[in-house]
């Protein structure tokens, strides 16, 4: 089993709908929680931090839920410019101070 | 805001080739990181280096090797290049602390002729 797990996608859909992704992990000791946004041939970019009590970025949602030990992102009224491959990352327990990421998400928001 | 430069976005080698990847940051991170990305297969880890002279194999180090004798710089050293080390190679950096985030380069996009 990967210790961080995506599904692919691509999800497709229109301007202005409500969009959700799912992200799961292995280890449930894993202490921080982050998405990224990376746009094509870009580098990732953190897109917010995961907070346990779930937190919010203007349209942007992330929840928490360490019982199930899953990561959700909320993108409310998309954008064009959302069109972006959404990466879940998590640290593990442990010394070193490495994130695991997941293969990542596909969004195409389309008019 | 962080900064963690690599010093090309494109770079064309031969098969054979000793080829070095620059990386350097600005805000005094211990922790450096060195990806490869390829169509597909998300982010694999080559290695990373938690302090100066310290480093750590990740998830694919073969062929690789890293060298890192300052805080601000990591370099990734191919020793004899190949064609399937052909891709996109991203830096990174983090601060040490749980809710710290990576921050990357813009990249290297390196093909082996």
């Known amino acids: 089993r990967k210790e961080v797990e995506q599904d692919p996608g691509p999800f497709n859909v229109p301007e202005g709908a409500t969009v959700a992704f799912n992200c799961t992990y292995s280890?449930?000791?894993?202490?921080?929680f982050f998405w990224y946004r990376q746009d094509c041939r870009k580098e990732p970019k953190l897109l917010m931090s995961?907070?346990?009590s779930g937190n919010e970025d203007g349209r942007f949602t992330a929840q928490l839920n360490r019982a199930s030990q899953y990561i959700s992102l909320l993108i409310r009224d998309s954008k064009l410019s959302d069109s972006a491959t959404y990466l879940c990352?998590?640290?593990?327990?442990?010394?070193?101070?490495?994130?695991?990421f997941g293969a990542g998400t596909r969004l195409a928001v389309h008019p | 805001d962080v900064k963690v430069t690599q010093s090309s976005r494109y770079l064309v080698k031969r098969t054979g080739e000793k080829v070095f990847l620059e990386c350097v940051q600005d805000?005094?991170?211990?922790?450096m990181f060195w990806y490869r990305q390829d169509p597909g297969l998300g982010l694999r880890l080559i290695y990373f280096s938690y302090d100066v002279k310290m480093k750590e194999k990740g998830d694919i180090p073969e062929g690789y090797s890293v060298s890192r004798e300052k805080k601000e710089r990591f370099s990734l050293i191919l020793e004899s290049a190949s064609t399937n080390q052909t891709s996109m190679y991203l830096c990174?950096?983090?601060?040490?602390?749980?809710?710290?985030?990576?921050?990357f380069g813009d990249g290297t996009r390196l093909s082996i002729l």
């Open positions: 280890n449930s000791a894993s202490q921080s």
């Open positions: 995961v907070y346990s």
């Open positions: 990174a950096s983090r601060g040490t602390g749980g809710q710290q985030p990576q921050h």
């Open positions: 990352v998590v640290k593990p327990p442990g010394g070193y101070n490495k994130l695991i």
């Open positions: 805000m005094d991170h211990e922790n």
